[in-house]
């Protein structure tokens, strides 16, 4: 089993700055993937950024230039630098794992519980 602890998040003035991260623990061989999802009030969980194997980034439209997303493989810890925040920033975001491999060869993905991001003046 693979735990996903997030940190960070709060409350920030729009144009300003967070910092979230995300370290999973348990037994596992290697992560594949790892990213960031948010869900705002009433709609759906949409993709943020996610980092794979190799450093290879993917944004959403809607971040890119703002948001940069880095991983710390020895930690299994990932990282989202947002900035030049917008209201519509507001949201849950969910930490996500994906292809968390175990020594047996299969692979899942995993969740976070969700860290509360609200910018607002």
């Known amino acids: 089993q693979v735990q996903l602890v997030e940190s960070g998040g709060g409350l920030a003035q729009p144009g300003g700055s967070l910092s979230i991260s995300c370290a999973a623990s348990?037994?596992?061989?290697?992560?594949?993937?790892m990213g960031w999802y948010r869900q705002a009030p009433g709609k759906q969980r949409e993709l943020v950024a996610t980092i794979a194997t190799g450093a290879r980034t993917n944004y959403a439209d809607s971040v890119k230039g703002r948001c940069t997303i880095s991983r710390d493989n020895a930690k299994n810890t990932v990282f989202l630098q947002m900035n030049s925040l917008k209201p519509e920033d507001t949201a849950v975001y969910y930490c996500n794992a994906d292809r968390v491999y175990d020594y047996s060869g299969s692979y899942y993905t995993y969740w976070g519980q969700g860290t509360q991001v609200t910018v607002s003046s």
């Open positions: 348990g037994t596992f061989f290697t992560i594949y993937a």
